[in-house]
């Protein structure tokens, strides 16, 4: 599973200290747009915080790193961009 080496959406439930502590991530929405699909805001903080995430699945069938809707890049990172939460490792084919 190919792993999110750093976060910088310390507003999401899942991060502490710029990790992600969910055990699996979701990337990629129906816009067509690298989105964490996983990215939520609450009060309180959730996950494990032993773990750090790894991208269970990608939509983002257009980006080169994707091979059959799962993600092959060895790190991601995970970051905002256009008012959005994004996987920043995206890269167009
Ligand atoms: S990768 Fe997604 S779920 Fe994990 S901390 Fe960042 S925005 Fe939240
Ligand atoms: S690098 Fe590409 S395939 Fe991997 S999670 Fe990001 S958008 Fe999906």
Redesign the pocket.
Known sequence: M?HIEKCDATECAYNSDGFCHTLAVT??DPRGC?DCSTFFVSSSKGGDQEATAG?GA???AS?????QL????PS?SIGHAEEHVH?L???QR
Do not use: D, H, L, W
């Open positions: 190919s990337i990629g690298p991208i990608c939509k983002m980006c080169r790193y994707n091979m799962e993600c092959s890049a991601v996987c490792t995206f890269s």
